[in-house]
T-cell receptor, first 119, second 115 residues
Framework: AQKVTQAQTEISVVEKEDVTLDCVYETRDTTYYLFWYKQPPSGELVFLIRRNSFDEQNEISGRYSWNFQKSTSSFNFTITASQVVDSAVYFCALSEANMGGTSYGKLTFGQGTILTVHP | DSGVTQTPKHLITATGQRVTLRCSPRSGDLSVYWYQQSLDQGLQFLIHYYNGEERAKGNILERFSAQQFPDLHSELNLSSLELGDSALYFC??????????????FGPGTRLTVL
C-alpha cells in the first residue's frame, strides 16, 4: 500500500529564513506521481507542483524549490527567504499509476506540516 | 481561485440527519473527486467519478453516496449523520481520468458540523 510521511508536524521560522519541508513516500510501483499542496488559513487546497517518478530533475519556481530523490524515496520542498504569507499547512501527496502508466487519480496525502513564519 | 465551486460553504446539522454537498468542476474537467479532511484521519480520498461513472472508491462509509450528473456537477450525500462525520469535505476536479499530465484542483470545501 502507498504511504506518505511528513515527519515534521510543525515548523516555526522567522521571516527571510530558508525552510525545508520533508516528505518520504512508500510505493511498490515504478510509475507514480508526487504532489505538493498548500492549505492557507482560509482553508482551500492550492496545487503547487506535480512530479512523475521518471523525472528526478529538481525544480525551482521563484522562492520555491523541490528536491526529488528516488534512492531515498523523498520529495522535499524548500522555501527560500520565507515570508509571512507562506504560513500555511503544506501537504505532500502520492498517486500511483496503473498499467497504462496513467494516474489512478486517488491521492494519498501525508499528515501535513504546519509552517508558521513570524515577522 | 481554482475554478471548482462547492456549496454550501458551511453546514450545521444534527445527528441522524441527511445532507447533500454540491460540487461544480472547472470548465472542461470530466473527473470529480471527493475527499474528507478531519483532525484524526487527515485528508482521505472518498470517491472518484469520471464523466458520470464511478471510477474508484476509497474510505467511504456505506451511509455516504455520491453521483455525477450529465452536466458534470457532483453531489455527495451523507445520511444518518454522526458526530464523527464533522469534517471539511473537499471536491477536486481534473481534466481526464487521472492521466499522466493530470492535476487535481480543489474547491474551497464545505465545513460540516454535526451537533
Amino acid at each position: 500500500a502507498q504511504k506518505v510521511t511528513q515527519a515534521q508536524t510543525e515548523i516555526s521560522v522567522v521571516e527571510k529564513e530558508d525552510v525545508t519541508l520533508d516528505c518520504v513516500y512508500e510505493t511498490r510501483d515504478t510509475t507514480y506521481y508526487l504532489f505538493w499542496y498548500k492549505q492557507p488559513p482560509s482553508g482551500e487546497l492550492v496545487f503547487l507542483i506535480r512530479r512523475n517518478s521518471f523525472d528526478e530533475q529538481n525544480e525551482i519556481s521563484g522562492r520555491y524549490s523541490w528536491n526529488f530523490q528516488k534512492s531515498t524515496s523523498s520529495f522535499n520542498f524548500t522555501i527560500t527567504a520565507s515570508q509571512v504569507v507562506d504560513s500555511a499547512v503544506y501537504f505532500c501527496a502520492l498517486s500511483e499509476a496503473n498499467m497504462g502508466g496513467t494516474s489512478y487519480g486517488k491521492l494519498t496525502f501525508g499528515q501535513g506540516t504546519i509552517l508558521t513564519v513570524h515577522p | 481561485d481554482s475554478g471548482v465551486t462547492q456549496t454550501p460553504k458551511h453546514l450545521i446539522t444534527a445527528t441522524g440527519q441527511r445532507v447533500t454537498l454540491r460540487c461544480s468542476p472547472r470548465s472542461g474537467d470530466l473527473s470529480v473527486y471527493w475527499y474528507q479532511q478531519s483532525l484524526d484521519q487527515g485528508l482521505q480520498f472518498l470517491i472518484h467519478y469520471y464523466n458520470g461513472e464511478e471510477r474508484a472508491k476509497g474510505n467511504i462509509l456505506e451511509r455516504f453516496s455520491a453521483q455525477q450528473f450529465p452536466d458534470l456537477h457532483s453531489e455527495l450525500n451523507l445520511s444518518s449523520l454522526e458526530l464523527g462525520d464533522s469534517a471539511l469535505y473537499f471536491c477536486a476536479s481534473s481534466v481526464l481520468e487521472g492521466a499522466s499530465t493530470d492535476t487535481q484542483y480543489f474547491g474551497p470545501g464545505t465545513r460540516l458540523t454535526v451537533l
